[in-house]
């Protein structure tokens, strides 16, 4: 009763304080002196306080939930903090919110920080045309004095850069394709979007794992070169040629490409762009981190080399200028005549409109290489030619792992002194086939089991060789590796040189073919004319 009695005296003492203190001295001086303490204290602390709010006056403030975004998803899951989970629309993984009043510490260049997510009610607000919302919500960032100069504005810029980066994973991957006509759509954007669901990756995909690792190896450097770029001079970009006979896995090649970066793809239709004015509003709307895609590059447009001189219009191709200057057929229909030119894909891909945007790859597919103009493939447009060659025996072993359910290679080497698995190992080559078509059949054979699937295969080898006149015997084929000692590669970079340098000589033959057919239409027409 004792202690009760004397804390209900000294309760009722500040009381009588506290309204002699309010009597005396009136509301704005105390505030005067609050402010006043309030900077004491700051003067005297070893920290900085800098504030994040959510709203900037009657918009959002970027900051706020760049740094939202990088608290939940790097430093509170690791802090031990109390969180809010939740999953935006069309995100493909769930995302950690701060709970209010909650802290959590972050490091960055061996300093130590600590952010506090402060929730307060709004106070009535007035009449706004746009509502407000009914809580107050702010980031309190608290660092060491003698720590400004080094976190700032190195860290936020740090903050930004990963949100950026975590937003862009965690939405699905997109695939464009450009409007027919240039026409927009509801967002006034010329590309229509699907999402990218593709399931092709590099662990997948039918190719010698030496040049799959050189690919992956170059689209690493180039995803992680931002200085290396910026230091040079040289725009962000990269381009890739994808050539070989059909089926041999350039499509799939793209999406691979596209899930191992986590890049949009843009899958430009040539033959609906109508200007080159028209190309570039298609490149301009584009957004960083993605892959421009042009496949049959050949086939899109006339692109081909400038060295073979272009044929002479025949009677159904000729148009005639009609009264209003549109272009109409001879034969009275109207055509609209395209105007995209080898020029305008030329300044597309390495002109001063590429470098509108950061981190951009370009890639053109074809199946004829040497229809190509030389000056498509140089380096600053292509700057590395991938060969998609047809079936070979490393290729054959993933294309097994994958259709017939081997478990690694560790299975697959067991199997290698098998008569079945020897044979595959030395008619590959001399079959000519394409990972398309090994894929087919081993699809309908799968049911079939691993061992007939197998020698059914081998079966199609042998008669694809026989076929074409190429069989030989397993003991000159062996005696011809060991001699060799990596002679295959040898001939598919000798065909790859073939294959570059055909451009030229194509364009030497043409160009003597044009030039006799011009004089036998000349001589002809001399007689008519006689």
């Known amino acids: 009763m004792e202690y009760w009695t004397a804390l209900a005296s000294l309760m009722g003492a500040f009381a009588f304080l506290q309204g002699v203190v309010h009597a005396m001295f009136p509301a704005e001086l105390r505030a005067a002196l609050a402010r006043l303490l309030g900077r004491l204290t700051r003067a005297f602390s070893p920290y900085c306080y800098f504030d994040v709010t959510e709203m900037e006056g009657m918009s959002t403030n970027e900051i706020y939930d760049a740094v939202q975004l990088y608290l939940s998803s790097t430093a509170a899951p690791a802090s031990g903090a109390r969180l809010s989970l939740s999953r935006p629309l069309n995100a493909s993984s769930f995302t950690f ?24 009610p709004r106070q009535g607000q007035g009449f706004s045309w746009r509502p407000l919302p009914e809580e107050k919500r702010r980031f309190t960032l608290r660092i060491r004095r003698g720590d400004r100069d080094k976190l700032l504005p190195a860290y936020l810029d740090h903050i930004l850069a990963a949100a950026a980066d975590i937003r862009r994973r965690s939405q699905d991957r997109m695939l464009y394709t450009n409007a027919r006509g240039g026409v927009m759509d509801t967002r006034g954007l010329p590309w229509d979007p699907v999402p990218f669901k593709h399931p092709s990756t590099f662990d997948t995909l039918a190719m010698d794992p030496a040049r799959k690792a050189a690919i992956m190896a170059d689209l690493r450097d180039f995803a992680d070169g931002s200085a290396f770029y910026e230091r040079t001079g040289r725009a962000w970009k990269r381009g ?38 028209e190309l570039r509003k298609l490149l301009m709307k584009t957004t960083s981190k993605s892959i421009i895609v042009i496949e049959d590059i050949d086939c899109s447009v006339d692109l081909t080399n400038r060295a073979a001189k272009p044929p002479k219009p025949t009677k159904q191709q000729l148009r005639l200028p009609s009264i209003d200057g549109t272009m109409v057929d001879q034969d009275g229909g109207a055509g609209a ?18 470098c509108c945007g950061a981190e951009r790859i370009f890639v053109f597919t074809t199946n004829h290489v040497d229809k190509l103009d030389p000056a498509l493939l140089r380096s600053g447009r292509m700057d590395m030619h991938i060969f998609m060659s047809y079936c070979s025996f490393p ?136």
């Open 97 to 120: 919110g701060l709970a209010a009043s909650d802290r959590v510490v972050d490091t960055f260049a061996g300093c130590a920080v600590t952010w506090e997510h402060v929730v307060a």
């Open 240 to 277: 890739y040629l994808l050539y070989g006979p059909p089926g041999t896995g350039k499509s799939s090649m793209i999406a691979a490409m596209g899930n191992f970066l986590g890049y949009d793809v843009y899958d430009l239709e040539l033959t609906e762009v109508t200007s080159n004015a």
């Open 337 to 354: 005549g395209r105007s995209i030119t080898l020029s305008g894909l030329l300044n597309f891909t390495d002109g001063l409109w590429s």
């Open 395 to 530: 290729a054959l072993k993933i294309l097994l792992k994958n259709y017939l359910g081997f478990q690694g290679d560790e299975e697959l080497d067991r199997l290698s002194d098998s008569d079945t698995m020897r044979g595959l190992e030395e008619w590959v080559d001399a079959a000519e086939i394409t990972p398309a078509d090994v894929s087919e059949m081993l699809i309908k054979n799968r049911r079939s089991g691993k061992a007939e699937a197998m020698q059914e295969l081998l079966d199609v080898f042998r008669a694809r060789a026989e076929k074409r006149g190429r069989g030989f015997s397993g003991g000159a084929a062996s005696a011809g590796k060991e001699a060799g000692g990596g002679g295959g590669e040898n001939e598919e970079e000798e065909e790859e040189k073939r294959a570059l340098e055909s451009p030229k000589e194509a364009g030497k033959e043409q160009a003597g073919i044009d030039s006799c057919a011009d004089g036998q239409d000349e001589e002809a027409e001399g007689k008519k004319q006689v």
